[in-house]
């Protein structure tokens, strides 16, 4: 038996990196899971992906979630394939790699959040008003945040501006939502080993890791395992929470070799 036996589980974002194991995840505790990508072809590199990784029962689609038609597709084949929805997870995001604030335009910024809060935005809205307000049990979402909400990294101010939107939206989402017996929470990670970690030197990745008191990254498996407590029966008295799994990055001042 599985913490989501007959559970339907939509996770956006689910075809790469951490995704990939977030919907594993639900997948082998017995969800019934849809989960998509940004483009018609991530989505297949994903699903084959996961296929790979011997995940079957999942549903893979494609939905860009800043725009609003293909969301409203995606709800779609949802409605029409299983009729309901127990637990979204936002997982899709702009990573807003590589652009020093000067040289940021405006219409970067807004890129990233149209898929970062925006997009976070609706569809969370639309599995309220499609399924959840519909339902006797009315479902629970999970976004997922970061640490640089609290923390700012260099080079990112879009991003992490988005992240810091998340948590502000999760805590005012939380509030509205609770009187109806949804519940909305968010994992907040920090680094996360992802396919752009193998392109770094070892050095690099051990300096990276001295930034961790625990001296080691996240692994998909660790966030989705905070994902699935958050989505469960186990987190039931939960909502507006910001949970942070980031090797203990957060509780320090500064990394012990400049903390003197």
Not at 88 to 102: D, E, M, R, S, T
Request: proline share 3%.
């Amino acid at each position: 038996m599985g913490r989501f036996d007959g559970k339907v589980v939509l996770i956006t974002g689910g075809n790469r990196n951490t995704g990939l194991f977030i919907t594993d995840k639900f997948v082998r505790e017995g969800a019934r899971v849809f989960m998509c990508g940004s483009t018609p072809e991530s989505t297949a590199k994903g699903e084959a992906m996961l296929r790979g990784m011997g995940v079957t029962g999942f549903r893979a689609i494609p939905c860009d979630v800043s725009d609003i038609r293909q969301v409203t597709n995606l709800f779609d084949v949802i409605e029409r394939e299983v009729g309901c929805l127990d637990i979204l997870v936002n997982n899709a995001a702009h990573q807003g790699i590589g652009k020093p604030f000067v040289e940021m335009s405006p219409d970067y910024v807004k890129e990233v959040f149209s898929v970062n809060v925006v997009g976070g935005f609706q569809v969370t809205q639309m599995a309220v008003n499609r399924f959840f307000l519909k339902q006797a049990n009315r479902g629970v979402v999970v976004f997922l945040s970061s640490n640089t909400a609290q923390r700012a990294i260099r080079n990112r101010t879009a991003y992490c501006a988005s992240k810091g939107a998340i948590n502000s939206m999760v805590r005012a989402i939380a509030l509205d939502m609770a009187p109806l017996g949804i519940r909305v929470n968010a994992c907040a990670p920090g680094y996360i080993y992802t396919e752009r970690w193998d392109k770094l030197s070892e050095d690099v990745k051990a300096r990276r890791r001295l930034n961790c008191p625990l001296r080691q990254e996240a692994t998909g498996r660790d966030i989705a395992n905070v994902v699935a407590f958050l989505a469960s029966a186990d987190s039931s008295n939960m909502t507006g929470e910001i949970i942070t799994c980031d090797a203990g990055c957060s509780c320090q001042h500064m990394p012990e070799d400049v903390d003197y």
